[in-house]
């Protein structure tokens, strides 16, 4: 399987594991992954899973981003707005 990174100059790069910041500054959780439309050539969607063992998952549209640094993601939403969120499935392969 071949990756290709595709980071413009002057951008930051989502990383698995930075931790997700509500707008009310709550952590809703952590990146667990990136989805993108091909088509586009764009992220879409990302991932964010909560809990210690029965891991929840929420699928957030990239839009809802404000800010990104190495380690954080920052969103315009409200954890509420998250929590409520239905849980993501994955599809299956």
């Given at each position: 399987r071949t990756f290709e990174f595709n980071i413009p100059e002057?951008?930051?790069?989502?990383?698995a594991g930075a931790a997700v910041i509500s707008s009310d500054d709550e952590h809703v959780g952590d990146l667990e992954e990136i989805l993108t439309?091909?088509?586009e050539n764009r992220a879409t969607h990302f991932v964010v899973s909560s809990g210690l063992l029965l891991k929840e998952k929420r699928l957030v549209p990239t839009q809802?981003?404000?800010t990104m640094l190495d380690e954080e993601v920052y969103l315009s939403v409200s954890a509420d707005v998250i929590k409520d969120l239905p849980d993501y499935r994955e599809p299956a392969e």
């Open positions: 002057g951008t930051t790069a989502l990383r439309d091909p088509q809802w981003v404000s």
